[in-house]
């Protein structure tokens, strides 16, 4: 298919916002997950996403430390 066989844009396209599900968080849900299509997908900010390696961790911890420090 090329780009001419497309119809015009006729309206703006729809921005979803995904807030995270983590309860009393109201960050950003950049993170999604749905083990397969038929189920909704859910979101949480990077903070509350459940899986993350040690790497991911460590610079987390990090940076809630030293925002941390700054509020003091």
Do not use: I
């Amino acid at each position: 298919m090329s780009d001419t066989d497309k119809p015009p844009l006729t309206k703006a396209p729809q921005m979803y916002v995904h807030y995270c599900e983590e309860e009393g968080c109201e960050e950003w849900g950049g993170w999604g997950n749905s083990p397969s299509p038929a189920v909704p997908t859910r979101w949480w900010c990077f903070e509350h996403f459940p899986p993350k390696s040690y790497a991911q961790e460590t610079a987390l911890r990090k940076k809630l430390n030293a925002a941390e420090r700054d509020v003091r």
